[in-house]
Structure formats: structure tokens, C-alpha cells
């Protein structure tokens, strides 16, 4: 019965900015009502983001979810409800960053650069103009400057454990090509993401090449026996695409990249700003209704007459 039962529930996985969030970062009230009331049906939604733990446990706890949450696009797996699940980690060691940060040809071309592991976040260098300091601080998610730390030239005060993220803030695009090609020197199994700001300029990420949305699915998936023919997953970014493609249900939002796109099964009807993610969760489920009772009821009698014949046999 169980496994039958496993057979008619889904796993639902997405991400935030651009997606579950509208522009402004936040929830709308129906897509908070929709995702309760699928949990409430049995079925697993999880959050797959970039964002730092900080930045997306009040969206967790808003939506009522007691399950898996996956940060820094898939770097740290945690249930923020059950301290008996074992967080799990997938950076990358710390001597790495430490010969990216004092290699003096990279260091040239860094304005700033952001440190992230599980004692906290460390940044080199603060914005003395109040609205870069802001911007900064916003797209970094950081709250004021009593919860970052203010990194040593030497690096002294960072806790050298392994790292989730690495936020590098380019003081010239034209560097760009420069920059990725000496931190694939350093070590080929990184993995670099660029995303722009209108004040930061260009900013480079870089996660271990473990830290995919597309292996955190495998692993979800996997984790609740849920099969990958039984996912959906929602992304708008280049981050989501392996995510998208390998979930049975791969919506890119409407508002999504090309490649985002290209790499889905689906695109959403609406955007981010028009409850995407929820509207088509209520299509999906809705249309499956009616066939999934009837089609439940048959397996559960199929099941109801195996059993009475293997007693006939015995």
C-alpha cells in the first residue's frame, strides 16, 4: 500500500528569486495558500536556492514546510525543522580559496569578494559610499555590518573551514575571461556562475562542482523515494537548467532566460510577478485529480486481490 501510495505523491522543488518570489522578494498570499495546501496532500515541496540559509528560513517557515531546504545552490542540505537530520555539505576546502585570494594576478582584479561557510560570512572589503554599502549588503544578503566579518589582509580571522560560496565582485568586466581561466587553473572541479548588478557591476560565484541543483534533485529525490518521473521543478536562471532538464516536470518561468528555457520541459503561463509557480500547480493538480483517484482505487483493489489469492494459495 505504500509503495502505491508513493506512486501518487510529488516532489516539488524551487527556487526563489525570479521564481517563488516576485520582484520585490516577496511571497504572494496565494502562492503561500497553494503550496499548504498540496503539503497538506501529501505530496514534498522543497526550496532549491542560492540564497544563504539566512535569507530563505523565514520564506520556509512562511510556506509551513517541514522538509529539506537546499542553499547555495546545493553546497548545504539541511532540515531546518529536525536537528536528526545531519546537515550536508559539498564545498570545497579552504586552502583553495586561499590561493585564489592571494594570488596577486587575481587579487588585482577583485573589488571585493565575499567568503561563506558555516561559522558565518566574511567580506574584504566595505563600500565607503552608503548605497554601494547597501546594494552590497542587499544582493549579498547581509543584514547590517555586526553580522558579516571584516576579513584580515591576511586572512587571519577567517575560520578555515571548508567554504559553501565564493562572492567575487570584479573591478572591470574586461577581466572577466582573466579571472575564470586562472580560478580553473587553481582547480578544474569549481564551478563559476556570473550575475550582474546595475551598482556592483559583475559578479562571479563559485560553488564546488558538486553544488548543482540538478544532483540536489537527484538527492531529494532519492531521499524521499520519490522518482524523477514524479518531480517538478520551477527555476528562471542558468543555475536551475540541470534541475529543470532532469525533473520529469521542468517549468522555466515565463520571466525566465533562454537558456533556462531551452533546458526545460515547460514554461509557465505566468510570471514570477503574477504567481507563476502557483497557478501552474493548481493546473497541474487539478488536471490529474480525477485520474489519479480512479487509477488509485483500481491498484489498491489489484493489491486487495493479490493478497486474498496468495492466502488461498497458503
Known sequence: MEKIENMFKFLIL?????????????????????????????????????RPPRASIEIYKKLGLNHLMVNYNG?????????????INLGFSFSIAKRIFTNKLVSQWIESYVVENNHGTF??????????????????????????????PDLSNICHDDVHTILL?????????????????????????????????????INSIFSTKGRSLKYLSSYYGISLSNCISFGDGDNDTDMLQNARFGFAMKNATITAKLYSHYITKYDNNQCGVAKELIDFFKMKQAFDKQTYSALKNDEKQMIKNNKIKE
Not at 497538506?40 to 536556492?49: D, P
Not at 579571472?179 to 572541479?189: E, P, V
Open 75 to 87: 553546497s548545504l542540505i539541511t532540515n531546518p525543522r529536525s536537528k536528526k537530520f545531519l546537515p
Open 14 to 50: 524551487s527556487d526563489l528569486d525570479g521564481t517563488l518570489l516576485n520582484d520585490k522578494g516577496e511571497l504572494d498570499p496565494l502562492t503561500i495558500k497553494v503550496i499548504k495546501k498540496i503539503t497538506k496532500m501529501g505530496h514534498i515541496f522543497c526550496i532549491v536556492t542560492g
Open 123 to 152: 567580506i574584504s572589503n566595505i563600500p565607503k559610499d552608503e548605497n554601494a554599502k547597501k546594494v552590497l549588503f542587499e544582493n549579498f544578503h547581509i543584514r547590517d555590518e555586526k553580522h558579516v566579518t571584516l576579513i584580515e
Open 169 to 205: 565582485q570584479l573591478t572591470s568586466e574586461t577581466h572577466l575571461d582573466d579571472l575564470m581561466y586562472q580560478i580553473r587553473w587553481f582547480a578544474d572541479t569549481l564551478v563559476t556562475r556570473t550575475w550582474r548588478n546595475s551598482t556592483l557591476g559583475i559578479i562571479l560565484e
